[in-house]
């Protein structure tokens, strides 16, 4: 069983910090999705990363791949109360059909 | 809106009656996921479905549990029997599945209570 670890399991931060959440595994992925789940809702991708290394931007959120793909952060600058939410990363495996769910970290933005 | 659709987003259901839980996926999707979330958690994997066929089921408790995604129509999750500890919210998810897409698309979920 491939396992993801997301650490920290629960953050709570102030408007305007800066944060870092990381998605880890001893496995390697083709590719990594993150994925934020507001309460009552379902989770709503954020972006797929696929090669190794690999950065991508969206506004204020900032997504890495590791070298090795075997592991993924999400950088989140001046972090806003509606970032408040559980962020949730999934790797996938060529071939394998389906993806693998970390336990996710829950965010919470104090104004 | 063509995205993941579930029904009912909410219900409850007595000790002993049947759950049936339906997911329209979205359109040109044929690999359907369900997965359980208690409150505070993460998503636990239950089921993986293309039509007719279920590929991986390793996720699903042994008894009472039981999905279908026929070739017309909804995938459905099946819970017979319910029990206090099945109330949870169920989400499915789904994907293209070809040229190795893997990416999930969720509906809003079933929140299931059993009283």
């Known amino acids: 069983t491939q396992l993801l670890e997301q650490s920290p399991q629960f953050l709570s931060i102030q408007e305007g910090e800066n944060l870092t959440v990381y998605c880890n595994s001893s496995s390697v992925f083709s590719s990594l999705q993150w994925y934020r789940q507001e309460p009552g809702e379902g989770p709503v991708l954020l972006v797929t990363v696929v090669t190794g290394g690999e950065v991508k931007k969206l506004k204020r959120l900032t997504f890495q791949f590791g070298d090795a793909r075997k592991d993924s952060s999400l950088h989140i600058t001046a972090a806003q109360p509606g970032d408040t939410g559980l962020y949730l990363c999934a790797g996938a495996q060529t071939n394998a059909g389906k993806s693998t769910f970390g336990d996710g970290t829950t965010l919470t933005v104090k104004p | 809106n063509a995205g993941v659709m579930q029904n009912p987003r909410h219900l409850v259901r007595r000790r002993g009656q049947e759950a049936r839980l339906r997911c329209s996926p979205m359109k040109g999707h044929s690999h359907v996921y369900w997965y359980r979330q208690l409150p505070e958690e993460g998503l636990k994997f239950m089921v993986y479905?293309?039509?007719?066929?279920?590929?991986?089921e390793s996720g699903m408790p042994k008894e009472r549990f039981s999905a279908e995604f026929p070739k017309e129509g909804p995938s459905i999750l099946r819970i017979q029997q319910v029990v206090r500890g099945d109330s949870a919210a169920y989400f499915c998810a789904s994907s293209p599945g070809s040229g190795g897409s893997y990416e999930q698309y969720f509906g809003p979920g079933t929140r299931l209570t059993v009283t």
């Open positions: 479905l293309q039509k007719e066929n279920i590929i991986d």
